[in-house]
């Protein structure tokens, strides 16, 4: 996208008000954004260089681009779901200057030759797109994938998302090679020996529903094993994906207080969805496959515990895990359901109306768990932060602002969304990648 | 809460549906007991004649299906089986396509069994034709509990205040989940009992005033009624009970049941396993009252059917 010719020269942003954690400014600044970097921050009207457009920011919030560490663009093979076009313009209609795509496809990202395929401009991406891929062959948890191979292909971090990595021996050999190479590995922490057929959480309402649930403790024993394992191997990197337990927060403290053996160094992050923030397992109703995902919504004590480790700072970033589905793959009996939702457009509505407004959690906060944390997480350097010499991938929105979503409106392919008809406030109002304006709220 | 909850939710199910005991309202629960009383198969009226009721059956059954099938019929209904095998459900059509086949041959109820819990909740929300649910996998099983409400009710004087036992395998059992409500809703206290594999303390939290115990000597104490459930073995996924230690510790034996009140009743939803969750005694014994159930199924079905089709006089 750097090379994108059509991009303005240069987009001078003026009157807003910038918040940018990493950079520890919370206060009106004007930002002139030249060649696809930031080139000048500066007190308002103390920019000096002219500029070929202008964005009145007045009243609006400017932030670095927000960042996605876990979404499912569906490509390649999956095409009737989404597409990277689509996935990445919904993710531009929600703020997000860059996307971190996971390998579960058909077939499996498992290669850099699919590494290669998902970050070429071919695809038609709006939005940076950064692969993450499978942990091991096929993602069938037997034999390792290739890691430098993958990195070197432009892999950010390797997953087998959708399914752990169960094996002991497999994932101490990811870490181990992870350590090596500084690449995260990232779990999808189910044990699905304890969670065959079962299709929500376990509790009240699984019950009353007669369906099979996924107990706390099938999340958490992975997590626990995992920060165990992390700590036997120096400089390693664990990501715990979309965590939705108190209990394994629990082990994601443990982990990031580290170990007695100050030469064992490692890093344990974790991502926290807007959907696990916000609803609850009761929310299914009479069996509403739009509350369907994996891990499944939780206890009123699990939210809690997730609100709390947002507040404090335990949760690294909010990830969305946009997955879209069919029609036909939502519409049949919940037990037969596809798992997952659509996430991208509704991520900061839900950050803003639920953790800022109803819990006060600082707007600062919130934009770091969209910004600064996930860049940290995958070190994606140059973005995160605006500060100058960084990418110019700006995310511009009015906490304010009243709206309400419309599945039917959205940019996604697919429409499997909870929040359907929801009543929001905070909206994105342009996103900037690359200096180039990929979304303008209309 | 900050966002309205899904608002494009869903058509409402049609009028008549019976999709579950807890979905149900109190008045109308009533009335079906009360319409109930007044079928008789054998000196009918024919308030169904023309009518087209498709009985749906993606599982095995043979009292369900058949009682509803002779429950349609004593009204004259005419009435089409559609099996899961045999039918093209086996060539991979989808629950709602089926649903909007039968609607267009010109289905005027579908009476439906499925083994995944909410299939008849799917059909309603999209079919403009009353959906009765025959038993949805572990989700509830409400024609079940109204005649078990019916059959109760033939031997006692009203349900508020009976003292309930129901023994076995609740977890997987839709019979269970149905008679809690109902019986909870008209103030009859319902007492679980089995090992936590088949009775998880979170059973409690179906209806208010559940009570969960291992003990069967407890449950038994006092209790007016005593329901007895199946071991389901097709459902024992990954369950290791042995059935020994149930027998030993579970299994209704005729000394048991000296345990609860003199008059109390023995009641099952069927099949029976001679020997296992009961004996022999115990099934052909004076206080059984199983197949009493089986007979009160075709009037409350045809209750539920004259309901469900807008002929309840």
Redesign the interface.
């Known amino acids: 996208m750097a090379d994108d010719k059509s991009r303005t020269r240069s987009l001078l942003i003026k009157g807003g008000h910038l918040i940018d954690p990493a950079a520890k400014i919370n206060a009106p600044m004007d930002i002139l954004l030249r060649d696809g970097r930031v080139a000048e921050i500066a007190l308002p009207n103390k920019i000096r260089g002219s500029a070929d457009e202008k964005f009145e920011a007045r009243g609006l919030i400017v932030a670095p681009g927000f960042i996605d560490l876990h979404v499912h663009l569906r490509e390649p093979g999956q095409g009737y779901k989404e597409t990277i076009a689509s996935g990445t313009a919904a993710a531009a209609a929600g703020g997000f200057t860059s996307v971190c795509t996971m390998p579960n496809t058909s077939p499996v990202v498992d290669n850099p030759e699919w590494v290669e395929w998902l970050k070429h401009p071919g695809r038609g991406a709006l939005v940076n797109v950064f692969p993450i891929a499978a942990a091991t062959l096929n993602s069938r948890g037997a034999a390792l994938t290739d890691f430098a191979a993958l990195q070197r292909a432009g892999a950010v971090a390797v997953t087998d998302d959708g399914k752990p990595i169960l094996d002991d021996e497999i994932m101490r050999a990811a870490l181990r090679l992870g350590a090596e190479l500084n690449l995260p590995v990232v779990q999808h922490a189910e044990d699905t020996r304890l969670t065959?057929?079962a299709s929500m959480n376990?509790?009240?309402t699984s019950?009353?529903?007669?369906?099979?649930g996924m107990s706390a403790a099938a999340e958490a024993n992975i997590v626990d094993r995992d920060v165990a394992l992390a700590q036997q191997i120096r400089e390693s990197r664990l990501h715990v994906a979309h965590l939705s337990t108190a209990e394994a927060l629990k082990a994601v403290r443990r982990g990031k207080r580290g170990v007695h053996n100050a030469r064992v160094t490692c890093r344990v992050t974790c991502e926290v969805t807007p959907h696990h923030f916000?609803l609850l397992d009761e929310?299914v109703?009479?069996?509403?496959t739009?509350f369907k995902m994996n891990p499944p919504l939780r206890s009123a004590s699990d939210r809690e515990a997730i609100l709390v480790a947002l507040a404090d700072g335990t949760v690294d970033a909010i990830a969305t895990d946009h997955a879209p589905h069919a029609t036909?793959e939502k519409?049949?009996?919940?037990?037969?359901a596809s798992f997952g939702i659509t996430g991208l457009e509704t991520a900061l509505a839900l950050a803003i109306?639920?953790l800022h407004?109803?819990q006060e959690i600082a707007l600062t906060r919130i934009v770091e768990l969209f910004t600064a944390g996930p860049a940290r997480v995958f070190d994606l350097r140059g973005r995160g932060s605006l500060v100058r010499g960084h990418f110019a991938d700006v995310t511009i929105f009015d906490p304010k602002k009243r709206w309400t979503f419309e599945?039917a409106k959205s940019r996604s392919l697919s429409h499997n969304t909870?929040?359907?008809?929801?009543?929001?406030?905070g909206k994105v109002v342009a996103t900037i990648v690359g200096g180039k304006m990929v979304y303008r709220a209309g | 809460m900050?966002?309205?909850?899904?608002?494009?939710?869903?058509n409402q199910p049609a009028r008549g549906s019976l999709?579950s005991i807890?979905?149900l309202e109190d008045k109308e629960i009533l009335s079906l007991l009360k319409l109930a009383r007044r079928m008789n198969p054998l000196k009918a009226r024919p308030l169904l004649r023309n009518r087209r009721v498709v009985l749906l059956f993606y599982e095995a059954s043979t009292r369900t299906r058949s009682s509803f099938e002779i429950a349609a019929k004593s009204l004259s209904a005419i009435t089409t089986l559609v099996q899961s095998s045999g039918s093209s459900i086996e060539k991979g059509e989808?629950?709602?396509d089926t649903g909007y086949t039968l609607r267009a041959i010109g289905a005027d109820a579908i009476v439906i069994r499925?083994p995944?819990?909410?299939?008849p909740?799917?059909m309603a929300k999209?079919l403009d034709i009353p959906v009765i649910n025959a038993g949805?996998?572990?989700?509830?099983h409400p024609s079940q509990a109204l005649l078990d409400a019916f059959t109760i009710l033939k031997h006692k004087k009203s349900l508020k205040g009976l003292q309930v036992a129901i023994i076995g395998d609740i977890?997987h059992s839709?019979v269970t989940?149905s008679n809690c409500h109902l019986l909870t809703r008209f103030g009859a206290k319902v007492t679980l009992c089995g090992p936590p594999e088949f009775v998880?303390d979170?059973?409690a939290?179906?209806a208010p005033g559940l009570r969960v115990t291992r003990h069967l000597e407890e449950a038994l104490r006092g209790a007016d009624v005593i329901m007895l459930l199946r071991l389901q073995k097709e459902r024992l996924?990954?369950q290791r009970i042995r059935l020994q230690d149930y027998i030993a510790r579970y299994q209704m034996t005729a000394a048991r049941v000296k345990l609860a009140k003199r008059d109390a009743i023995v009641m099952h939803p069927g099949p029976i396993i001679r020997g296992l969750e009961l004996t022999e005694e115990v099934a052909d014994g004076p206080q059984s009252k199983i197949i009493d159930e089986v007979h009160n199924g075709v009037p409350t079905r045809m209750a539920i059917l004259a309901w469900a089709l807008g002929r309840a006089k």
Do not use: C, W
Request: hydrophobic share 35%.
């Open positions: 065959e057929n376990e509790g009240p019950f009353r529903l007669g369906l099979r916000t929310n109703g009479e069996y509403d739009n036909h519409q049949v009996e919940f037990e037969r109306t639920k407004r109803e599945a909870p929040f359907d008809g929801g009543q929001f406030t | 900050m966002h309205r909850l899904p608002s494009y939710v869903m999709l807890e979905l989808s629950l709602l499925h995944a819990a909410g299939a909740h799917l999209h949805d996998g572990m989700h509830e977890y839709r989940r998880p979170i059973a939290t179906l996924a990954g």
